[in-house]
């Protein structure tokens, strides 16, 4: 097996590893995953993309599909802490068009 060959293999493991982890909400898998992808793609800077531009195109599509499911996960926890009363904090300009950061709370109960 060439050197490409392997750090394709590489990467699909971890790309392979990212989902599991994307599905299983295991964010310490995640950000193992993320280093190990990282890896891969900087030892595939070293080769030559003709012999492997087609495996390398299979691998940004199933990339691209992870980055959705992770996306779809950050707007979930969005819709979570919205509904909690917390939010991310977002910048926001006043009538004098200086930026002011919003900061929305919700009352969940009396006491």
């Known amino acids: 097996m060439s050197g490409a060959d392997a750090s394709l293999e590489c990467l699909a493991a971890a790309l392979a590893e990212e989902r599991r982890a994307l599905l299983e909400h295991d964010v310490e898998a995640l950000m193992a995953s993320t280093q190990a992808k990282l890896a891969a793609l900087r030892a595939l800077e070293n080769h030559p993309a003709d012999g492997i531009a087609t ?6 599509e199933v990339n691209r599909a992870n980055g959705a499911l992770l996306a779809r996960r950050r707007r979930e926890v969005n819709w979570a802490l919205r509904h909690l009363g917390r939010s991310e904090s977002g910048s926001e300009y006043d009538a004098r068009g200086r930026a002011d950061v919003v900061r929305a709370t919700r009352q969940l109960a009396v006491a």
Do not use: G, I, T, V
């Not at 495996?55 to 940004?60: N, P």
């Open 55 to 60: 495996r390398l195109a299979e691998l940004a």
